[in-house]
T-cell receptor
């Protein structure tokens, strides 16, 4: 079975400071990894994904994440955050096979402080 | 990119009535669709998985007679909340998957409030 752990439920950070949101996963098979962002009362928007290839993945809005197989991690980073980045961020994992759905972490609330 | 729509985006209903939520894949064929439920400030909880033309597979603890799922075509799945009660109030999000490349695309969600 797959699982995702987001180590921080809330992360406050000052505007223009860097941020890292942590995600660890467990899986016995090869995985696909995703980060989604959710703004209040909205659905999920895909930030970036790792399917294969380069372990450093760049996404939208200046975010990037690095897949580390040995540490089973897929941490999300941004070098300089904006007020508009305040939202809930979800890490998710999928084996990509058949009917297996995405398994989500519990989410990390990023609060950017002016 | 792949787009998934949900309708309605927001609904209020009285206790005891039924509500139907539609989920459509607009520009691709969704072999599999998923329904999630999200409580305030919490993560998404998978309710059920449905494949076109077959019965949905429900997660443990989800009442299949209360949450009826129909996946009649490759572009449409519906979730009907029957005899709704206030505790069914939640944010319902559908997701659709293409056969390749195994990504899930999410709808914008439906806010259900049962009074």
């Amino acid at each position: 079975a797959q699982s995702v752990t987001q180590l921080d439920s809330q992360v406050p950070v000052f505007e223009e400071a860097p941020v890292e949101l942590r995600c660890n996963y467990s899986s016995s098979v090869s995985v696909y990894l995703f980060w989604y962002v959710q703004y209040p009362n909205q659905g999920l928007q895909l930030l970036l994904k790792y399917l294969s290839g380069s372990t450093l993945v760049k996404g939208i809005n200046g975010f990037e994440a690095e897949f580390n197989k040995s540490q089973t991690s897929f941490h999300l980073r941004k070098p300089s955050v904006h007020i508009s980045d305040t939202a809930e961020y979800f890490c998710a994992v999928s084996s990509g096979s058949g009917n297996t759905p995405l398994v989500f972490g519990k989410g990390t609330r990023l609060s950017v402080i002016a | 990119g792949a787009v998934v729509s949900q309708h309605p985006s927001w609904v209020i209903c009285k206790s005891g009535t039924s509500v139907k939520i539609e989920c459509r894949s607009l520009d691709f064929q969704a072999t599999t669709m998923f329904w999630y439920r999200q409580f305030p400030k919490q993560s998404l909880m998978l309710m059920a998985t449905s494949n076109e033309g077959s019965k949905a597979t429900y997660e443990q603890g989800v009442e299949k007679d209360k949450f009826l799922i129909n996946h009649a075509s490759l572009t449409l799945s519906t979730l009907t909340v029957t005899s709704a009660h206030p505790e069914d109030s939640s944010f319902y999000i559908c997701s659709a998957r293409e056969l390749v490349p195994y990504e899930q695309y999410f709808g914008p969600g439906t806010r259900l409030t049962v009074t």
